[in-house]
């Protein structure tokens, strides 16, 4: 008696799929960098350029900031929390 044997693929199920390192629930969770471990980071672009970078990206419509909370207290130019983009 002869068998023949011919390879053949389930559809749907990958070989190397159900690995741990390709399961969500093997995945250790990363955590979130602290503040101190941000600003330690080295970024590709000097400090002095933020403001810069900022200015383009809103000019470029890149990004949107809410509305203004208290609107009766954007003009306040003398006061230490003064920030010149939320008026």
């Known amino acids: 008696m002869t068998v023949n044997v011919a390879p053949f693929k389930l559809k749907g199920i990958a070989k190397d799929s ?4 390709n399961n969500v629930s093997y995945e250790k969770p990363q955590r979130k960098l602290t503040l101190k471990e941000m ?3 080295q970024y590709p672009f000097l400090d002095s350029n933020v403001p810069r970078i900022f200015d383009d990206l809103l000019e470029a419509n890149l990004i949107d900031l809410p509305e203004m909370k208290r609107p ?4 306040q130019k003398d006061d230490p929390k003064y920030c010149k983009y939320i008026a």
């Open 18 to 21: 159900v690995t741990p390192k």
């Open 39 to 41: 600003q330690a980071r």
């Open 72 to 75: 009766e207290e954007a003009e």
